[in-house]
């Protein structure tokens, strides 16, 4: 994925050889870089002293938090008929959270080795 300082980030995934497309805020949102940061922190969790992987749990936060918009994704209103899911209400919801993770990975891992001035600091 190309870095792409004040642009909106598009994120492709493969879905059954289909293409979907999302949108996120550019790498110098400080907002983003925040999202990114806490995503990585609470990847693992200790309870009674044992670690508990939030990796997946995390990355659908960070989606769910941080996505702006899909391109070609449908999905069925209630009259049964096939539209696009951002005209739907809680089209967030709508998306698998596999699909989710394999977005927000890539951010975790690219997010991860961003200097501060791709940062934008």
Known sequence: MPVRLNQDIRV?????????????PAW?????????????????EFRRNRPVDQGYDQRVIF????????????DLN???EEVD???????????????KVSCAAQFEERGANLSEDERGN
């Open 12 to 24: 492709t995934i493969d879905v059954g050889g289909e293409e979907a497309t999302f949108v996120f």
């Open 28 to 44: 110098s949102d400080p907002k983003l870089q925040k999202a990114i940061d806490r995503m990585i922190e609470n990847r693992v």
């Open 63 to 74: 989606f769910d938090s941080m996505c702006q918009s899909c391109e070609n994704v449908t």
């Open 78 to 80: 209630e009259a049964g």
């Open 85 to 99: 899911v951002m005209t739907l209400d809680g089209w967030k919801k709508r998306i698998p959270p596999g699909w």
